[in-house]
């Protein structure tokens, strides 16, 4: 009886003296710790979302709005290519009407295609806008402004060297049998972007008060954001017939 | 939260190494492919045109 006893006692000695407190030490500092440990985690993971983010916003959808975008480019280019034997036809606006060269912002050919919705920005291609105002297309022949988006950063980022076009500088519009080419004579490096009166077939704020033939290009500024819109004018100054070599014009090369 | 994931995948370190790869390319899938382009919209880095809205 006496050793059963003493056996009882050390056993609950040893388990109350030897685990119980540390236990309850653990468990109680334990708590603390672990939620500042799963706090920490999260706030981890959201830095690394947040990071992926940015690369998401500034790399990956750029990837994947030039894909795009050079598909598209293609099919339209092949598109001319098979009407040439048959004559102008209808102009298929949904696969894009042009191409837009701005030789300053070195990004290239950018496919316009109709429309400034993301969905049609998205693909790495510059709207022409249907709303609020309606671009007059330069294929018309009548007087007004050809006002188009783009993109500043990711999706293809077409326009994100906006604020090197100068006052001179060309910019040149590509169809299948014509290129029209602008000159840039006004910039305005911040207005608002419920300022619709830039895109107006005579934009007076960048000093026209005549009728004429004129290219609006707007994106968001500053860089990074849409706080603002940045707007560049041109003006239409001739009109190049599109040879069999597709030579481009003098502004181009 | 991390080590309570990776106490609980099975097999070696190896393995587990590997299980916790393909999970973190699940994730980072998963953002790039619908978490971040529904985000996208909402938040207010990318409108490009003018309008009344």
């Known amino acids: 009886?006496?050793?059963?006893?003493t056996t009882d006692d050390t056993e609950h000695d040893e388990h109350t003296g030897a685990l119980a407190p540390p236990g309850a030490r653990r468990r109680?500092?334990?708590?603390?710790?672990?939620?500042?440990?799963?706090?920490?985690?999260?706030?981890?993971?959201?830095?690394l979302v947040l990071g992926l983010f940015v690369v998401y916003s500034l790399w990956w959808t750029n990837?994947?709005?030039?894909?795009?975008?050079?598909?598209?480019?293609?099919?339209?280019?092949?598109?001319?290519?098979?009407?040439?034997?048959t004559g102008p036809g209808?102009?298929?606006?949904?696969?894009?009407?042009?191409f837009l060269h701005v030789p300053t912002m070195k990004n290239g050919e950018v496919l316009v295609e109709k429309g400034t919705s993301s969905k049609v920005l998205n693909d790495g291609v510059a709207g022409y806008y249907t709303d609020?105002?309606?671009?007059?297309l330069p294929m018309s022949g009548k007087n007004g402004n050809f006002t188009l988006a783009a993109h500043r950063d990711g999706h293809g980022a077409k326009f994100h060297n906006i604020d090197k076009v100068r006052k001179g500088d060309p910019i040149v519009f590509e169809t299948k049998d014509k290129w029209y080419v602008y000159k840039v004579y006004a910039v305005l490096p911040e207005t608002s972007k419920y300022n619709v009166k830039v895109l107006s077939s005579i934009p007076e704020e960048s000093g026209k008060k005549k009728a004429g033939k004129y290219i609006t290009l707007t994106t968001c500024t500053p860089v990074f954001?849409?706080?603002?819109?940045?707007?560049?004018?041109?003006?239409?100054?001739?009109?190049e017939q599109v040879d069999s070599e597709r030579t481009p014009p003098k502004e181009l090369g | 939260m991390y080590s309570f994931i990776w106490r609980h995948l099975p097999g070696n370190a190896w393995v587990k190494a590997l299980i916790s790869l393909v999970l973190v390319a699940a994730v980072v899938y998963v953002?790039?492919?619908?978490?971040?382009p529904w985000a996208e919209p909402l938040l207010p880095f990318n409108d490009v045109t003018v309008d009344n809205q």
Request: no cysteine; net charge negative; glycine share 10%.
């Open chain 1, 90 to 98: 209808a102009l298929d606006t949904r696969e894009g009407i042009g």
């Open chain 1, 63 to 85: 990837v994947v709005a030039d894909h795009k975008a050079d598909q598209q480019g293609d099919k339209v280019r092949d598109h001319w290519a098979a009407q040439q034997d």
């Open chain 1, 132 to 136: 609020p105002a309606k671009a007059t």
């Open chain 1, 28 to 47: 109680g500092t334990g708590r603390i710790a672990m939620a500042v440990s799963a706090f920490g985690e999260l706030l981890i993971t959201a830095g």
């Open chain 1, 225 to 239: 954001t849409s706080r603002y819109r940045y707007v560049v004018w041109g003006e239409l100054e001739r009109v």
């Open chain 2, 31 to 36: 953002l790039f492919q619908y978490v971040f």
């Open chain 1, 1 to 5: 009886m006496n050793v059963a006893a």
